[in-house]
């Protein structure tokens, strides 16, 4: 329960980053799900804003709440973007990706003019790699690139539904859940798995955070990248 008041207590101050005609990109996850709740409250008491969610459960949330959603097709640039995280570094990198969102979440994130991070203090860790680092992958190339991936160091397990199905993607690909250990090196590591064919995306968000709330107890730390 500590945790979930602390998401909520993160969600309700990365509001303060959102101002009236801005276009918004919505995260996925449960900390970005408070964040969605809070922007429908604020557009029924009159907030004017154009949403762009990062997957379909974000966008049937904020449908149903009545916000507003637009596509790239109308707006080429995002104002904000509030969204969750898996892990996060003292230098403000993440691992996201733990929801199946991740490539949605780096596009959006890619032409926001800032980021805005929301998360609990579980979130924190001192070096990424305390959880497993997800990896999109194209159903076609799925064997090979997880025996490629073991090969640098990764213990790879192909990501399952409920159903114990292969777990499917908005964009209709798959998901290899890589556990590295501790990431020495986060920039080495996404420079090399961008270069394996048939990778789409992987979680590694690297100085794409502007923005950091962290809910820690009765407070939010709020931290900044240098620009």
């Given at each position: 329960m500590?945790?979930e008041?602390e998401?909520?207590?993160?969600a309700?101050?990365s509001?303060?980053f959102?101002?009236?005609g801005?276009v918004?990109?919505l995260g ?8 969605i709740?809070?922007?429908g409250?604020?557009v ?8 762009i969610?990062t997957s379909?459960?974000?966008?049937d949330?904020a ?5 507003p959603?637009?596509?790239?097709e109308?707006f ?7 969204d969750g995280?898996d ?8 691992i996201?990706?733990?929801g199946?969102a991740?490539?949605l979440?780096?596009i959006?994130a890619s ?17 990424l790699?305390?959880?497993?680092l997800p ?5 076609f ?7 490629r991936?073991?090969?640098i ?9 409920r159903?114990?199905?292969p777990f499917v ?9 890589c556990?590295?250990g501790?990431?020495s090196?986060p920039?080495s ?11 789409v995306?992987?979680g590694l968000?690297?100085?794409t955070a502007?923005?950091?709330l962290?809910?820690k ?7 900044h990248?240098?620009?």
């Amino acid at each position: 329960m500590a945790h979930e008041q602390e998401k909520q207590a993160a969600a309700r101050r990365s509001l303060a980053f959102v101002q009236d005609g801005y276009v918004v990109g919505l995260g996925t996850g449960s900390t970005a799900s408070y964040a969605i709740r809070l922007l429908g409250e604020r557009v029924r008491a009159g907030l004017k804003i154009h949403c762009i969610p990062t997957s379909v459960l974000s966008g049937d949330l904020a449908a149903s709440l009545g916000i507003p959603l637009t596509t790239f097709e109308e707006f080429s640039q995002i104002d904000v973007t509030i969204d969750g995280a898996d892990e996060i570094s003292p230098e403000l990198d993440l691992i996201k990706g733990h929801g199946g969102a991740l490539l949605l979440e780096k596009i959006v994130a890619s032409v926001s003019r800032r980021v805005v991070i929301i998360a609990d203090s579980s979130k924190q860790v001192p070096v990424l790699g305390k959880s497993f680092l997800p990896v999109e992958v194209v159903p076609f190339a799925q064997a090979l690139l997880a025996r490629r991936i073991a090969a640098i160091g990764a213990l790879v397990t192909l990501r399952r539904d409920r159903a114990d199905k292969p777990f499917v993607t908005d964009e209709g690909h798959h998901i290899l859940d890589c556990d590295f250990g501790q990431i020495s090196d986060p920039a080495s590591l996404a420079e090399e798995l961008n270069r394996m064919p048939g990778v789409v995306e992987h979680g590694l968000f690297l100085k794409t955070a502007d923005v950091v709330l962290i809910g820690k107890d009765s407070e939010v730390l709020e931290f900044h990248r240098p620009k």
